[in-house]
């Protein structure tokens, strides 16, 4: 998400960087070029004129540390803007009160309402070990109920039975009877969506609200409608007290313009976004990291949070000695996998890295995936010690069991070794520019212990492991 965007406002940064003084003509130039990329980027107008006048006033005249240049110092300042105006802190559900709390999914018809209904409840459930209830008040699409009934058994998540003839606010009162006596910490109520907002769906949202006292109020809006979502939030806010937003379709959303406005025009926080069709694809937004990101700085904060998170320093500097004396092996490279799953995959792990957004297309395209990284572990697994050390010796009657249609074949795995070879190339692509304790610099966090042995575990290269012989496997489909 958010590309264009980052790449304009990363070329007004280059141009800046390197300056010996900040003046008031150099932040001109520069906020001239932010205007037509937040523009560009379909942000509300009245949004750009005061961000970018807020920017202007807080970088002119400001005193350059004498540790960084001019360009840094203007990339804080709108980075510490761009958060603000995304709403500080992330937002999560607030539902400490008596159970059943209740949440209310309201937006228009298509947003996703439906789906992300579902993925909260999994979240709810998974996450948080919730025992939740959803309830579909949809009565005007004929399938609506029952597609909240497909989704919930999906995820092992009760929905409210049909009961044919009843309206909404009927639906809503029998809802909250079967939570409150079958004990469900959350009950979820999805309504119906409408093509337009009009004075019936108004009206009937606020006759649920009134007989459920939701906890909390969602407004579901489609990312890729830009301003239109905005307007579309602008309208609810008018109309019922939302306590937040959530933007579907982020995983399909160039431009970025609608989180950037939607906490400006409707004072509510974003609080999750969708980030795909299937029902895991929910996040919670994160304001700083989105920052980050818009201005290309490589979502770092949050590699750094991950990478302290899942990876032992010592490991990490242990492995990248045994890489750089070109000892590592295929032990070593499943040990590393294991790490890269556990930081959330490839992609995740490509996209946070500056300049990996080619690596990170070759995944969404499908030739990558981490289907593979499974794989690959399986295959290792499968092999003796011997053969670990040394591959040629496999044979080509081992068999690995897959997923049926996940289609795998050892042309992918090694497709998936060159990648971790390019991904390493990358690394030290980065150390040369200064490493991540310059690029953290910049973002103005402090740069973690674990950076330094997660750079050199990745990037050691010198070490890589053999590719595996052609045809050394074969795969089974389980049926
Ligand atoms: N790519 C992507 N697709 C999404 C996302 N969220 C929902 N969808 C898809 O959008 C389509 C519409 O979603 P629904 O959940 O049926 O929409 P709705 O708002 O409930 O629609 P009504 O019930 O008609 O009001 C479905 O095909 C979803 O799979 C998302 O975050 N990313």
């Known amino acids: 998400m958010f590309d264009s965007l980052s790449d304009r406002l990363g070329g007004v940064f280059a141009a800046l960087r390197g300056r010996g003084a900040l003046n008031e003509a150099d932040v001109r130039a520069a906020m001239r070029e932010v205007r037509i990329a937040l523009l560009e980027a379909d942000v509300a107008l009245p949004v750009v004129r005061s961000f970018v006048d807020s920017v202007t006033e807080k970088a002119v005249g400001q ?156 407004l579901v809006v489609d990312a890729l409608t830009g301003q239109d979502a905005v307007n579309v939030a602008k309208s609810f806010t008018d109309q019922v007290s939302l306590t937040g937003v959530i933007l579907t379709r982020m995983d399909g959303d160039a431009r970025g313009g609608a989180a950037l406005s939607m906490r400006a025009v409707t004072g509510k926080p974003i609080k999750f976004v969708g980030t795909g069709e299937k029902l895991d694809g929910l996040e919670l937004f994160h304001p700083s990291r989105v920052a980050g990101r818009i201005l290309g700085m490589g979502d770092v904060v949050s590699l750094v949070e991950r990478a ?72 290792i697994g499968s092999m003796t010690a011997k053969e670990r050390a040394k591959p040629e010796l496999l044979q080509a009657k081992r068999k690995i069991r897959i997923a049926k249609g996940s289609g795998t074949t050892v042309q992918d795995v090694n497709k998936l070794l060159k990648m971790h070879q390019e991904m390493a190339t990358a690394m030290k692509k980065l150390k040369k520019m200064g490493g991540m304790k310059a690029l953290m610099g910049m973002m103005g966090g402090g740069a973690g212990g674990g950076l330094g042995g997660l750079a050199g575990m990745l990037g050691g290269g010198g070490g890589m492991p053999p590719v595996f012989p052609a045809n050394s496997f074969q795969f089974h489909e389980l049926t």
């Open 63 to 218: 005193n350059v540390l004498r540790s960084i240049t001019p360009g840094q110092q203007v990339v804080k300042i709108v980075n510490d803007a761009l958060v603000d105006m995304l709403g500080s802190d992330t937002a999560d559900l607030e539902l400490d009160v008596t159970p059943p709390a209740i949440i209310m999914m309201v937006g228009l018809q298509g947003s996703g309402k439906t789906t992300t209904t579902a993925k909260i409840a999994k979240r709810l459930t998974e996450k948080d070990r919730k025992k939740v209830l959803m309830a579909s008040l949809d009565v005007n699409r004929p399938a609506a109920q029952e597609q909240l009934a497909v989704l919930g058994s999906q995820i092992n998540v009760a929905t409210l039975p049909v009961v044919a003839g009843q309206q909404p606010v009927e639906i809503a009162r029998r809802a909250l009877n079967a939570a409150r006596l079958q004990g469900y910490d959350v009950l979820m109520l999805d309504t119906a969506g409408r093509l337009h907002v009009d004075q019936a769906l108004m009206d009937e949202m606020r006759a649920v609200s009134d007989v459920s006292s939701p906890a909390e109020t969602l």
């Open 308 to 379: 302290a998170e899942s990876i032992q320093v010592e490991d990490a500097e242990a492995m990248a000695a045994k890489m750089a004396k070109g000892q590592f092996d295929l032990n070593d490279l499943r040990q590393q996998l294991a790490q890269m799953q556990k930081m959330g995959g490839l992609g995740a792990l490509a996209g946070m890295i500056p300049g990996m957004k080619k690596a990170q297309a070759a995944m969404a395209s499908g030739a990558v995936s981490d289907k593979m990284l499974i794989h690959m572990d399986a295959m």
